[in-house]
């Protein structure tokens, strides 16, 4: 009989990722051949264009398929530098970007790269999935502040400066937001930025992976541009997969001081070697070609988040706010707690609420809990209109069931 492995502290810290979780279940129904409406995946529906699509096979005819810089290649380097520069007026060298992996690769060399054990990590909660647990991996604690419907699912500068203390070495700030969508306005920027300028000991890693996902003519601003004596102290983070529909593609990056730059490389040196290769030269046609393709799918999720806004606060006891960018909507279920289901069982929380939605109607979202705040769920509306019609309708129709 095979000896069973002792396994580390670090992993049995760390949960697995909810959002993953309800999409292979959904999957593993559908191929049951049951009929299941997943929307628990943060993935757009759209293709990859086809400039982009043309820039990886010319990549990999032309032989640029070995072993790259550990931190990606200069001229993705480059092209990140004119990114930030055209769209954010922020100004970088090369030396100051990190290429890696995915959006969640650069959290995890940004974080295991600078955190010790006894660090705090202060996280708005409704967060995304994976912000608490890399904190965790890495030995530090993260603190969720609680961010409700009453603020609008955003951190204010009350809440921010309660909860900084003098072990918090990192503020995450994810605009918009992944559950919620809610984005920062450069005001509220400001408020947060006159906080941070009082505690020097405080960095921020702001994911603005959904910056060209934002609704009704929202202006998008990122903190380092709204406060430049942050500067030095931000790690501002992005990637391809969202807004050029690139998420297989895995790669995500970021701009900061050249200290911090330089530890996350020492970590992909021991780690991931490198970014693949042929997505990196994929990447640079997506930061240097055409952006036309943006307008369109822009106004498309504006249609799609409309229609589930209205057909959720039409069913009995979800109240749905509407948000401002990303993809999803985050809607509040406590209007059912304590109902009964055609099954008997009581909704007792989101989660109950999630299951016995998926048992009885098969359309899979992610439970609120999950995303540090509970009474609420999310859905990501990246599916086509007609899909999310017949959601709206099983959803509508679940809830009236409930007594």
């Known amino acids: 009989m095979a000896a069973d492995i002792q396994l580390s502290e670090a992993i049995s810290r760390v949960k697995p990722s909810a959002t993953i979780a309800v999409t292979t279940k959904a999957n593993e129904m559908k191929r049951a051949g049951l009929d299941v409406i997943g929307l628990g995946a943060g993935e757009p529906d759209f293709d990859t264009p086809e400039n982009i699509k043309e820039a990886a096979i010319r990549a990999i005819r032309d032989g640029k398929t070995k072993y790259t810089p550990s931190d990606g290649i200069p001229e993705l ?62 030995g530090a604690k993260p603190v969720a502040i609680s961010c409700g419907p009453n603020s609008n699912y955003k951190l204010t500068p009350e809440a921010l400066e309660a909860a900084i203390t003098p072990k918090t070495k990192w503020l995450i700030l994810n605009s918009p937001s992944n559950p ?82 330089g530890a996350m490389r020492k970590v992909m040196d021991q780690s991931t070697s490198n970014p693949c290769s042929v997505s990196q030269w994929a990447s640079v046609e997506a930061l240097n070609g055409p952006q036309d393709f943006l307008p369109g799918f822009r106004a498309a999720y504006q249609g799609r988040r409309n229609l589930m806004v209205e057909g959720l606060n039409k069913a009995a006891g979800i109240v749905c706010p509407k948000p401002e960018g990303a993809f999803y909507v985050y809607p509040s279920c406590t209007g059912l707690i304590g109902k009964k289901a055609p099954s008997g069982t009581v909704i007792d929380s989101d989660k109950t609420f999630a299951a016995e939605l998926l048992e009885a109607e098969k359309v899979a979202l992610v439970f609120g809990e999950a995303f540090g705040l509970p009474g609420t769920f999310r859905i990501s509306y990246a599916t086509s209109d007609a899909v999310l019609k017949e959601a709206l309708v099983r959803i509508q129709r679940f809830c009236a069931a409930l007594s």
């Open 180 to 261: 919620t969508g809610a984005a920062y306005t450069r005001a509220e920027l400001k408020g947060l930025a006159d906080v941070l300028l009082r505690h020097p000991q405080v960095w921020v890693l702001t994911d603005d992976m959904y910056e060209h996902l934002v609704y009704d003519g929202f202006e998008y601003s990122t903190i380092a541009q709204v406060e430049p004596a942050l500067y030095d102290r931000t790690l501002t983070m992005n990637g391809v997969s969202k807004a050029y529909a690139m998420t297989g593609w895995r790669i995500g990056y970021a701009a900061g001081p050249e200290k911090l730059i």
């Open 77 to 138: 380097k480059e092209a990140v530098c004119a990114k930030f520069a055209r769209e954010n007026g922020l100004s970088y060298k090369p030396s100051q970007v990190n290429v890696s992996p995915g959006g969640k690769a650069v959290l995890f060399n940004a974080l295991i790269a600078t955190l010790n054990v006894g660090d705090e990590v202060i996280i708005p909660a409704p967060y995304w999935v994976s912000y608490p647990e890399i904190v965790l991996l890495a």
